[in-house]
């Protein structure tokens, strides 16, 4: 007897007793793990779609566990026939944005001062000799998001694009959101969420074509608790009234001078040079994070005279608007329903993931997959398609009600495995994600005086925000309703401040500057939030309000 495995997308048949990591093996995925199917490292985790009874009870070592997440080395296959359907945190092939396009500093020469330099054989960090040796000189930076992470590998010489790297953030086994994150470092205690993605970061790292030790610094944005969770900082205090990160609170005491961090790779528990610096990008207030800071470097918000605002949108949207001469900020806790968590048929943007659907005048779907198989459920971009066309098409009213009755809709397409739909449930969840960026907007442009209109360019950020449908956008109430030519879909942003600040110190400094100039919208504290985020769970146009 044995049972149907789908691995990663890959099919084979599993006889009773065998675990999952050797059922790995023997189709070739490759699955992280530094102690060798031991159960101690934590990092061989995978998440079971489908089949969770077919599985052995979970041992002593994945207790630390919830969900549907496993050790593939401590689960081991205990029925005889079914269907168990699972995959690893580093699946192959994943579409996350690495770069950025039609940026302003795209157009200019970001001046060449890396903290890493060399005098004849002396490396040097900070002008402090920490290495000699006439090889080359790397660096790296990180876009550490919720849900995935970025690695770019520079060479601090040149400035150029070494190689990059993308994968699944394996934190999700803690939640898939902020505040589950913090909840559950806080009551672990022994910082397995970190331990956790430095063994994934150093597997990455190891597999770049370069020596480990070549690499002297590494540059980090990330949003608040992802990054001091990865700095091993206390990340209950941004948790909790009045949110703020430790070193936010620290640098309001007088005890430190900026919210940057800067630690030892070594005390990280990364592979690069024994000295390397790994420098954690300023964060702005609360919420509004090292990667919002990054991504004003990245439109250069320090130069601009026009209006500009930047959505991130994402598990927690950021927003930017203003210009050099006044800048608002504010962070949005819209959940993880636009990257596909929780939701029935929701997935990350890997093949398989539908990414546009059309409906046609009798209902039928016409989609396009990613990677151009067989559809097994939808991504970000799919579901805001979707939402759009059934409100085109009249089969779903502005209050997220399919007009049918049938509680669902259901999408067919050749060759699916499995059926593949949305319900009024997944509606709601979206709904309630789009109702928090919208109020943030409303906020945000209020606070500033300002109406959708009044902006010369708008700015989409993030994979998300990249593979976007503008007018579905629209549509649908995700974004203002403004005209396409001031909407620019840059991808990440966040990598490429990241980078810029890797490779000049100038740059940091000019960031250091900027973000101390940012004023911090506090949306829960605005008297018409909850009005504003009702409206905005209403499938619509956001308008700009009038004002009598």
Excluded: W
């Amino acid at each position: 007897m044995s049972i149907a495995l789908y691995f990663n997308g890959q099919h084979s048949k599993v006889a009773p007793g065998t675990s999952l990591f050797d059922a790995a093996e023997a189709l070739s995925i490759k699955v992280p793990t530094s102690c060798r199917k031991q159960g101690k490292c934590k990092e061989c985790l995978v998440e079971i779609v489908e089949g969770m009874d077919c599985l052995s009870e979970p041992s002593v070592e994945e207790r630390h566990l919830k969900d549907n997440f496993r050790l593939s080395c401590r689960c081991k296959v205990a029925a005889t026939e079914g269907v168990i359907r699972c995959h690893t945190m580093r699946r192959g092939q994943m579409r996350v944005e690495r770069h950025a396009f039609h940026l302003p500093t795209s157009n200019q020469s970001i001046p060449l001062d890396p903290a890493v330099t060399r005098d004849g054989k002396r490396v040097l960090l900070a002008g402090e000799e920490i290495e000699r040796s006439d090889g080359p000189i790397h660096g790296l930076a990180m876009d550490l998001g919720t849900t995935t992470i970025v690695l770019r590998l520079l060479n601090l010489e040149t400035g150029e694009i070494v190689a990059d790297s993308s994968f699944e953030n394996p934190q999700r086994f803690g939640g898939s959101d902020i505040m589950a994150r913090i909840h559950y470092d806080t009551h672990d205690g022994t910082k397995l969420l970190q331990r956790t993605l430095a063994g994934y970061i150093s597997h990455a790292i190891e597999e770049l074509p370069v020596e480990p030790e070549s690499i002297y610094e590494m540059v980090v944005a990330g949003n608040s608790t992802m990054r001091d969770l990865f700095f091993r900082l206390n990340v209950s205090t941004i948790g909790q009234a009045p949110y703020r990160s430790v070193t936010e609170l620290e640098l309001a005491n007088g005890q430190r001078s900026s919210t940057s961090l800067s630690e030892t790779a070594r005390r990280l528990f990364l592979p690069l040079h024994p000295k390397a610096q790994v420098y954690g990008l300023p964060i702005i207030s609360g919420h509004v994070g090292a990667d919002a800071a990054a991504c004003l470097l990245a439109i250069d918000l320090a130069h601009e005279e026009r209006l500009v605002a930047l959505m991130d949108i994402g598990t927690n949207t950021e927003l930017l608007l203003g210009n050099r001469h006044r800048l608002l900020a504010a962070s949005c806790p819209a959940g993880p329903a636009f990257e596909g968590g929780k939701i029935s048929c929701g997935m990350p943007g890997l093949p398989g993931a539908i990414e546009r659907v059309a409906l046609g005048p009798d209902g039928s779907a016409s989609v396009r997959v990613i990677g151009d198989t067989a559809a097994e459920g939808l991504c970000g971009s799919g579901l805001v398609d979707l939402l759009s066309e059934l409100l085109r098409t009249e089969q779903m009213n502005s209050m997220g009600r399919l007009e049918h009755g049938q509680g669902r809709f259901v999408i067919a397409t050749p060759g699916q495995e499995s059926m593949i739909y949305l319900s009024e449930a997944d509606i709601s969840e979206l709904a309630q994600a789009k109702g928090a960026n919208v109020a943030g907007l409303r906020v945000v442009f209020d606070q500033y005086g300002l109406r959708f209109e009044d902006l010369d360019v708008f700015y989409l950020a993030g994979g998300f925000g990249r593979h976007l449908s503008v007018e579905s956008s629209r549509r649908i109430g995700l974004i203002p309703n403004i005209p396409d030519g001031k909407i620019h879909q840059v991808g990440n942003a966040s990598i490429e401040g990241a980078t810029m600040a890797l490779l000049s110190v100038s740059k940091r400094s000019e960031l250091e500057d900027l973000v101390k100039r940012v004023i911090h919208c506090r949306l829960e504290t605005h008297p018409a939030f909850f009005d504003y985020f009702v409206e905005g769970c209403q499938f619509k146009p956001v308008e700009s309000l009038q004002y009598v």
